[in-house]
């Protein structure tokens, strides 16, 4: 299913992206690499979490709350599965496939609700 999400986004124009970041203390640099972002365009950041495990939030909103304080990213989306999409997939059978300890809407609440974002509207 996120594939064709990203395959949405990228006929529009967006790309991933991974931003090459750094720390300078005097003349020391130390590299400091962010996780690629899914979908990017115009300083919005956009992840795709559909069916993995609940840490991809806390990488994500950790993420998005750097590239924001540096100014690149203004605004960051998480694209990901609603509670009730659960009880279907029960229904279907399927429900096995796609658990309740994966990514959905109210884990990743939960993080924000907690400050998971920092400062970056989420």
Known sequence: MSASI??????????????????????HVFDSPTH???????????EIEWNNKTEFYDRDLNNFRLLFELRAVNV??????????????????????????????SKLLHKMEGGGGGGCPC
């Open 6 to 27: 990203d395959g949405a986004f990228t006929a529009r124009g967006w790309a991933e992206r991974k931003f090459a970041t750094q720390i300078r203390v005097d003349e």
């Open 36 to 46: 690629k972002v899914d979908c990017f365009k115009d300083a919005v950041g956009v």
């Open 76 to 105: 960051g989306v998480i694209i990901t599965r609603c509670d009730e999409l659960q009880d279907i997939l029960d229904e279907l059978g399927r429900g096995d496939s796609y658990g309740r300890s994966t990514t959905i809407l």
